[in-house]
């Protein structure tokens, strides 16, 4: 697994690994725009984390998940964690906190 220092870092290096499309969270899946598809928490996994506190503001607290679904397509999902966390479905939380 690679290593990296900042977000962005982890963004262009997974990019370039073929993790090209964004997922967004949503409380009971997660969502590609790209493809206009929501895919559920048996219909993907996480091939790696991130995880990236901020020094000195909470905002900057992120996990950036490399995801691979069932169907093939690879991308990334940003999300915040702490008091910036959205809201989820039990099993979208059991499926992220797993790693």
Do not use: W
């Amino acid at each position: 697994m690679a290593s990296y220092d900042t977000l962005s870092e982890a963004v262009a290096g997974l990019n370039i690994s073929g993790y090209t499309l964004d997922f967004n969270l949503q409380c009971n899946s997660i969502y590609c725009k790209e493809l206009d598809r929501s895919f559920k928490p048996e219909d993907f996994n996480i091939a790696a984390f991130y995880r990236f506190e901020g020094n000195t503001d909470p905002s900057d607290e992120a996990i950036i998940y490399a995801l691979e679904t069932a169907s093939g397509h690879k991308g990334i999902l940003v999300d915040g964690y702490g008091v910036y966390a959205e809201p989820m479905s039990a099993e979208m939380v059991q499926k992220l906190k797993t790693h």
